[in-house]
């Protein structure tokens, strides 16, 4: 069973993202620009026919919910994240590694990537800004802010722990994330 752990605003007033616990895509994406773009799938068709729902896009642990402009968050949430705890579907997805052997640092560093690929990189691109992972050494993940996130004063603490929580959740839950 997927549970929502976590709901989010976005620079946009009519967008709500809601966190999961769970993998809801192995790979890529899912968007759904409207109810008829959703027809075959159960959790896009289910988040539709909540009503005043405008767009849909799933990425690995999250899903982003656009409502028409009309309609107010404090009726249409619960109803979302009722529509997401029953019809999501988890998918598996781990680190590979060797049976009975730990992960490599070049292995926990190539799923950090792709960690941040789906979930962080997408959303500084969408504020202007960017983010280099510089290094993974026991356990600390170093990393520098690029174009607008640069010089923000939210991105040396809001979304520095915003990205080490993420990681912790979804892959070691003590790893640490320093900026340069």
């Not at 994406?29 to 896009?57: I, M, Q």
């Not at 404090?74 to 590694?97: F, M, N, Y």
């Not at 997408?122 to 280099?132: F, Q, R, S, T, V």
Request: glycine share 8%.
């Amino acid at each position: 069973m997927v549970k929502v752990i976590e709901v989010q605003g976005t620079p946009n007033p009519d967008a709500l993202k809601f966190i999961t616990d769970a993998r809801l895509v192995e790979r890529g994406a899912k968007s759904f620009e409207n109810a008829s773009s959703a027809h075959g799938d159960t959790l896009g068709t289910a988040l539709f026919s909540v009503g005043a729902v405008a767009s849909v896009f799933v990425l690995d642990r999250f899903v982003t919910v656009n409502k028409f402009p009309n309609a107010e968050w404090s009726d249409l949430e619960p109803k979302l994240r009722a529509a997401i705890e029953t019809q999501a579907t988890a998918v598996e997805g781990t680190v590979s590694t060797k049976a009975g052997s730990a992960p490599t640092n070049d292995e926990i560093l190539s799923k950090i990537e792709e960690i941040i690929d789906e979930n962080v990189r997408p959303a500084l691109a969408g504020d202007g800004g960017g983010l280099e992972v510089l290094g993974y050494q026991d356990g600390v993940l170093t990393v520098h802010y690029q174009g607008a996130c640069g010089s923000c004063p939210s991105a040396s603490a809001g979304t520095l722990f915003a990205i080490q929580n993420l990681l912790q959740r979804m892959l070691d839950p003590k790893i640490q994330v320093v900026s340069v």
